[in-house]
């Protein structure tokens, strides 16, 4: 199925592939429950700086191999093996945390977080960064951070204070204690859970969905909605009447002439479809 990948796409912790204007980008060291190490952040830095100008990649999916998402940060080569080195230490604690807050938080194109198994600490970061999450309801999740007499650090307590209610931030977060893929879909920290046997289709499926819709509109939708979380209503406006303007330059205003002039023509139903890439 995936027979597209570009051959610059070879990381050595990320399978990446390129299908159907789908990108899967799978953490990919299983023998350490892909554990994020400094690796993973460098190569899921250089990745989505790839991705982001690969036409052919209109949505990306990030996921783990072999039933496991991520069991979050290598405890042993972050915590551990960077304790002597401190510049070396924040270097790639910046890494860690740019890549999941910032890069996919203002990432051009829709993300989705494809929590397959196992999912702790610093991958709710990853989580929490895509625009959208589906998971395995045999997953696993847990903020074990608790359990080993550490916090939710790096970016993970913004993440918490981003997606989740108070009550159940702090819950998990104090207590530690494990949960699954159908909780995370009640508490809200994915959209939907499905049995994993389905969860690969189903997640395509959406992200092709994403893939069909006109990519800056879709750029849009997540800029808007970002931006105005941190902003006062008077900046939102100023901010919401300039994205139309730049839209209109981006599309050639496609959203006129086409979205609307379609409807208008009576050629379709915006409420009911979508009007087809061009
Ligand atoms: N960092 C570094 N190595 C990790 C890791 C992590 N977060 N999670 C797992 N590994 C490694 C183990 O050390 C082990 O390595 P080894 O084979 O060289 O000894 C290997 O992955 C397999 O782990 P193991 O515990 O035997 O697998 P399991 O399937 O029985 O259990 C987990 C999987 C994820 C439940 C368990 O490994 C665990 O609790 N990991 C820590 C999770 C965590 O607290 N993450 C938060 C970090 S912010």
Known sequence: MFNDAKPEYLFETLLVEVADGVAVITLNRPAKRNAMSPQVHQDMTNALEQLRY??????????????????????????IALKNTPREYERVWRMAVEWR??????????????????????????????????????????????????????????????????????????????????????????????????????TLQVARELAAKDPHAMA???QAYYASLDMSWEAAMAYSF?????????????????????FLKG????????????
């Open 267 to 278: 050629k379709y139903k915006p409420g009911l479809e979508s009007h087809g890439v061009t």
């Open 101 to 202: 807050g910032q890069t996919l938080r203002h990432y051009p194109k829709p993300t989705i977080a494809m929590i397959n198994g196992y999912c702790f600490g610093g991958a709710f970061s990853i989580v929490e960064g895509c625009d959208l999450a589906m998971a395995a309801e045999e997953a696993t999740f847990g903020l074990s951070e608790i359990n080993f007499k550490l916090f939710p650090g790096g970016s993970v307590s913004k993440s918490l204070a981003n997606l989740l209610r108070p009550r159940d931030a702090l819950w998990f977060g104090m207590t530690g204690r494990p949960f699954d893929g159908k909780t995370a879909e009640r508490i809200g920290l994915v959209n939907m859970a499905v049995p994993r046997a389905t969860l690969r289709e189903e």
């Open 220 to 222: 849009a939708t997540k």
């Open 54 to 79: 690969d036409d052919r990649a209109r949505c990306l999916v990030i996921t783990g191999a072999s039933d496991v998402f991520c069991a979050g940060m290598d405890l042993k080569e972050f915590f």
């Open 242 to 262: 300039a994205k139309e303007q730049e839209l209109v330059v981006r599309q050639g205003d496609a959203w006129k002439t086409e979205g609307i002039g379609d």
